[in-house]
């Protein structure tokens, strides 16, 4: 069975500095997608980044990058000059090749900015 | 384009009573989905449809129905809630069934069944 594991329930970091959130993963699939999505307050979900397994370049989206280990099945989420408006539940999640979209999440992270 | 929406936001519910949690999207996506979410356990898969006429079961399909009539409608039944469905519950759409889709959300219904 495909599982998502966040082992950090709460993590927290000062405004500007940056931050690595954890995620580990199940799998003996062969294709399959990695996603960081963040829920804010208000509830709603927001696709942060994603990774293709086969892709070995780490995914990177402005402030927000990803270190991919495949062989240690461990995808971190690291967040850089953080900012107030990063502060949000952020969930790890797992796709794969024939799921028929269905996602697998870890448990979530709340992260606290500092200003 | 509204995305995907969800009715009501907020709803109170007594053991044993049914309802219908509404989810609409006009984004004319095939695949759409229903999670709960937990404290702890993240977002469970409840129930998903790859198009109109086709829905299958998730991770915890226990206690919900779902059809799917249309492509832009995926209405979630409680047929006799119980406290244990006491949950916050997001519809989602995405384009395909393709593991690389992103997955749309609504802003969730929060539910309380006392």
């Known amino acids: 069975a495909q599982t998502v594991t966040q082992s950090q329930p709460e993590m927290s970091v000062q405004e500007a500095e940056t931050v690595t959130l954890s995620c580990t993963y199940d799998?003996?699939?062969?294709?399959?997608?990695l996603f960081w999505y963040k829920q804010p307050p208000s509830r709603q979900m927001i696709l942060v980044i994603r990774?293709?397994?086969?892709?070995?370049q780490n995914a990177t989206e402005n402030r927000f990058s990803v270190n991919f280990q495949k062989a240690a099945k461990s995808f971190s989420l690291k967040i850089s000059d953080s900012q107030l408006g990063d502060a949000a539940m952020y969930f790890c999640a797992y796709s794969w090749g024939t799921s028929y979209g269905k996602l697998t999440f870890g448990q979530g992270t709340i992260l606290t900015v500092h200003p | 384009n509204a995305g995907v929406t969800q009715t009501p936001k907020f709803q109170v519910l007594k053991t044993g009573q049914s309802m219908t949690l509404q989810c609409a999207q006009d984004m004319n996506h095939e695949y759409m989905s229903w999670y709960r979410q937990d404290p702890g356990m993240g977002l469970r898969l409840i129930h998903y449809s790859v198009g109109a006429g086709i829905t299958d079961q998730g991770e915890v399909p226990n206690g919900y129905n779902v059809s799917r009539s249309t492509t832009e409608d995926f209405p979630l039944r409680l047929l006799s809630a119980a406290p244990s469905q006491t949950s916050v519950y997001f519809c989602?759409?995405?384009?395909?069934?393709?593991?690389?889709?992103?997955?749309?959300f609504g802003p969730g219904t929060r539910l309380t069944v006392l």
């Open positions: 989602a759409s995405s384009p395909g069934t393709g593991p690389h889709n992103e997955q749309f």
């Open positions: 799998t003996s699939e062969s294709d399959y997608y």
């Open positions: 990774q293709e397994a086969y892709k070995q």
